[in-house]
T-cell receptor, first 109, second 117 residues
Framework: GQNIDQPTEMTATEGAIVQINCTYQTSGFNGLFWYQQHAGEAPTFLSYNVLDGLEEKGRFSSFLSRSKGYSYLLLKELQMKDSASYLCAVMDSNYQLIWGAGTKLIIKP | GAVVSQHPSWVICKSGTSVKIECRSLDFQATTMFWYRQFPKQSLMLMATSNEGSKATYEQGVEKDKFLINHASLTLSTLTVTSAHPEDSSFYIC?????????????FGEGSRLTVL
């Protein structure tokens, strides 16, 4: 079956750096997405990786290793507003999005 | 970017009634829209893929007669929860991908929180 694994919850301190990992097993691969979702709101797009390597976008970076079925989202200079759930999603060979359960990130002052 | 709007944001209804949720792409034409359901502290669950001008494709376990989807135009898809029951209470979210965008990024509506009494 298809599977996306990411930690359920993480806690970090304001101003620090946090890395949220995602491992996947899917039938085919057409890209990996990271979305941010604040409580009670719809997800918003953060990043897309289809090739191996690191994609940097401001305070957020996303890394992909297709051979390992692994990605991480790196958040730097954490701010209180970064408290949210972070969803990892993989597009399979049928271009269907397989969603992880999300990682709830708690930022403490 | 691209904007997807969903309405209503909140709806409370009595058990047995039907509720319609609208999803509109405001600045692009969406041949395909997706409907998700999300229970508290859980991930998004794809319910169905809505195709303009044709029948929706439902995921396994989703009752097509209960969750009616209509995609009558390139900018509007509707989800009707028929004969709603308390267990249908959930957060319903629609999304669409913008044609021509390489990333396949999804643009989400604001979501509709349904509470069935």
């Amino acid at each position: 079956g298809q599977n996306i694994d990411q930690p359920t919850e993480m806690t970090a301190t304001e101003g620090a750096i946090v890395q949220i990992n995602c491992t996947y097993q899917t039938s085919g691969f057409n890209g990996l997405f990271w979305y941010q979702q604040h409580a009670g709101e719809a997800p918003t797009f953060l990043s897309y990786n289809v090739l191996d390597g690191l994609e940097e976008k401001g305070r957020f970076s996303s890394f992909l290793s297709r051979s390992k079925g692994y990605s991480y989202l790196l958040l730097k200079e954490l701010q209180m507003k970064d408290s949210a759930s972070y969803l990892c999603a993989v597009m399979d060979s049928n271009y269907q999005l397989i969603w992880g359960a999300g990682t709830k990130l708690i930022i403490k002052p | 970017g691209a904007v997807v709007s969903q309405h209503p944001s909140w709806v409370i209804c009595k058990s047995g009634t039907s509720v319609k949720i609208e999803c509109r792409s405001l600045d692009f034409q969406a041949t395909t829209m997706f409907w998700y359901r999300q229970f508290p502290k859980q991930s998004l669950m794809l319910m169905a893929t809505s195709n303009e001008g044709s029948k929706a494709t439902y995921e396994q376990g989703v009752e097509k007669d209960k969750f009616l989807i209509n995609h009558a135009s390139l900018t509007l898809s509707t989800l009707t929860v028929t004969s709603a029951h308390p267990e249908d209470s959930s957060f319903y979210i629609c999304s669409a991908s913008k044609p021509g965008l390489d990333t396949g990024e999804l643009f989400f509506g604001e979501g509709s929180r349904l509470t069935v009494l």
